[in-house]
Structure formats: C-alpha cells, structure tokens
C-alpha cells in the first residue's frame, strides 16, 4: 500500500482556517485521496475524499497538488467540535477495498 | 437508519474466556469491516467481507481469532481464548459496493484481565 505521511498533532484557534498537510509521494495513478477523522471515544467518520481536482463538501475542502503527491485538508472555521484525530488514506479502487490507516494529525482547536 | 450497531460497547472479561463481538452493518450494505485499535498500534484492518463471504483475513492476528457473517445483517468476533494483550477498542464498519464512505460503528472496547 502506498504510504502517508502526516504531522502528529496541530494546533489551530477556535473560528480560524485550518490546513491539515498530508504527503503521498508514491501515490498512484489508480489511489483515491480519502480523509477520515475520529473524535474521541468514537469510530473513525468520512471527511471528504478526491483523486485529482479540489474537493469541497460541507465539511471541508481537499486540495490535491497537481503531481498528487501531497494534499491539504482545509476546515475552513474550526471549532471545538473539530478537536479530532485527522487520516489521509489512500484507496486503490482496482485493487482491494480496504482502508489502511497510519498515525493521523491530532487536530487541537484553542478557544 | 441507525448506522453499524455494534454490542456490546464494554466486555470486561478474565484471560483465557471465550469472547464474542457482535456487529450489525447498515442495512443493504456489501462490505464489512473489523477493525481493532490499540495506542501501540493504531487501527488495524482484522478481516473484510464482501456478501458474508470473507476476502482477507491477513490481518487476524492468531487463530484464537475467527470471524463469521452468516448473513447480511449480523456479523461476529470471536476471540477464544482472550488474553490481556487482545484489550483494545474492536470496530466494525460496513459500506456500499459503489460506495466511497466507510460507515463505522461506536465500537466495542475490551479489556482482558
């Protein structure tokens, strides 16, 4: 499976943008860019997802480098609501339909 | 509906005893999931399934650890017989064929003393 790579953990202030980085350098051409996050004491949930273009959603927007190996997740106003463990995963569509899950960026949101 | 129903959400049991976990996916959902996450090791993929059948189990541990979906609404697993190490949150998530989104359950935290 090919590899992610995130921060550990983040701060961002409470009502500001935040940028949530994730490195995929041996992406290819068939993986699918999926973001989970999971709150605590629940299961993981389903933030977005996108293999070329930017993405956006209610609840974030995904930017995809042209050579499509980093992206951004991007949460436009944070909230206390959105202190949660942040995955970048990739999904090879043709091959298997699992999602492998790394470390994740602990999201940390200051009032 | 009510999402992936997994019971029970606490199992406190002794080492050595016989463990079920129970999960029910979304209704009409093709994939089914178990997951098992520690602090040590994060969330690891145990099994899939796809229609009850099970396409890859590499991720089961040991064979103290089996897996059943005798049809599509109910799924189990079975941890036989536990030890402290097997204490860890065990989640289940089911998805649609054409699908993206992985639907996950509250998951089942279980402590082996």
């Known amino acids: 499976d090919a590899k992610t790579t995130q921060p550990n953990s983040m701060e961002s202030n409470e009502e500001e943008p935040v940028h949530l980085p994730c490195n995929h350098s041996?992406?290819?051409?068939?993986?699918?860019i999926h973001w989970y996050r999971q709150l605590p004491s629940q299961g993981p949930e389903y933030v977005i997802h996108g293999l070329t273009s930017n993405v956006n959603n209610r609840m974030a927007s995904l930017a995809i480098a042209e050579d499509r190996k980093s992206s951004t997740l991007i949460l436009h106003r944070a909230t206390l609501r959105d202190a949660a463990v942040y995955y970048c995963?990739?999904?090879?569509?043709?091959?298997?339909?699992?999602?492998?899950f790394g470390g994740g960026t602990r999201l940390m949101v200051k009032p | 509906d009510a999402g992936v129903i997994q019971s029970p959400r606490h199992e406190v049991t002794e080492m050595g005893q016989e463990v079920t976990l129970r999960c029910k996916p979304i209704?009409?959902?093709?994939?089914l999931f178990w997951y098992r996450q520690t602090m040590m090791r994060g969330l690891e993929l145990l099994i899939y399934f796809n229609n009850n059948v099970p396409i890859d189990d590499s991720g089961m541990p040991e064979d103290r650890f089996s897996a059943k979906m005798p049809n599509a609404s109910f799924s189990t697993l079975k941890i036989q017989p536990s030890e402290p190490r097997d204490s860890a949150v065990y989640f289940c998530a089911s998805r649609i064929l054409t699908g993206t989104e992985a639907f996950f359950g509250q998951g089942t935290r279980l402590t082996v003393v």
């Open positions: 995963i990739l999904r090879d569509n043709n091959a298997g339909n699992m999602l492998t």
């Open positions: 209704s009409g959902h093709d994939y």
């Open positions: 041996t992406i290819s051409g068939t993986d699918y």
